[in-house]
């Protein structure tokens, strides 16, 4: 069965320093999505990849799909404390249309 | 961007009692959406796809009995946890997707709370 692996499993980071949180899968995956979730709250939405070699940034993240599709990175350049939280990748394995499989997840620490 | 609308927030209740969680579409129509359930600090589970206008699919080791899905409408998904009981205690939460290669957006979760 189709399978996400996140690493790492959990990140304590200084404030102002980057980090890169990578997601990998066995299978050619249709689309990638990154989310951010705080425990016990709905997930909110980063980026979407669906093309090999994409990348994407949104104000200090940036995500990158490789040319396989088959891994993609989460980079989060001079973490902030709203940065923290629990990031989680999600790809669609089969076809167009189907329900996320998701990684199991990276909580981020970032100290003052 | 769309907005997915999930109530309650919370609840609990009493074992062998049955839980409504609704799940809605504001500003967008979603022939599918689905269900997926968390425990804590795991990944969130796909418990479910529903189908509006007909049965809701489930995945492998979900009892669709346990686990009632109704899609009556284009903007309306419910789950209905039956005779809950204290290991259905989970964060429950509901997703729509818009078109075939577009975000999926989620609801805010229901965490549920069995006595």
């Known amino acids: 069965s189709q399978e996400l692996e996140q690493s790492p499993q959990s990140l304590i980071v200084q404030e102002g320093k980057n980090l890169t949180i990578n997601c990998t899968s066995s299978?050619?995956?249709?689309?990638l999505y990154w989310y951010k979730q705080k425990y016990g709250e709905g997930l909110i939405f980063l980026m979407m990849?669906?093309?090999?070699?994409e990348e994407k940034s949104h104000e200090k993240i940036t995500a990158k799909l490789d040319e396989k599709k088959q891994q993609s990175s989460l980079h989060i350049t001079a973490s902030q404390p709203s940065h923290a939280g629990i990031y989680l990748c999600?790809?669609?394995?089969?076809?167009?249309?189907?329900?996320?499989?998701f990684g199991k997840g990276t909580t981020l620490s970032v100290s003052s | 961007g769309a907005v997915v609308s999930q109530h309650p927030s919370w609840v609990i209740c009493k074992s062998g009692t049955s839980v409504k969680i609704e799940c809605r579409s504001l500003?967008?129509?979603?022939?599918?959406m689905f269900w997926y359930r968390q425990f804590p600090k795991q990944s969130l589970m796909l418990m479910a796809t529903?189908?509006?206008?007909?049965?809701?699919?489930?995945e492998q080791g979900v009892e669709k009995d346990k686990f009632l899905i109704n899609h009556a409408s284009l903007t309306l998904s419910t789950l209905t946890v039956t005779s809950a009981h204290p290991e259905d205690s989970s964060f429950y939460i509901c997703?729509?997707?818009?078109?075939?290669?577009?975000?999926?957006?989620f609801g805010s979760g229901t965490q549920l709370s069995v006595l």
């Open positions: 529903s189908n509006e206008g007909s049965k809701a699919t489930y």
């Open positions: 999600g790809a669609t394995p089969r076809q167009a249309g189907t329900a996320l499989i």
């Open positions: 990849l669906q093309k090999g070699g």
């Open positions: 997703s729509a997707r818009v078109g075939l290669l577009e975000k999926l957006f």
């Open positions: 500003d967008f129509q979603a022939t599918t």
């Open positions: 299978k050619t995956l249709y689309g």
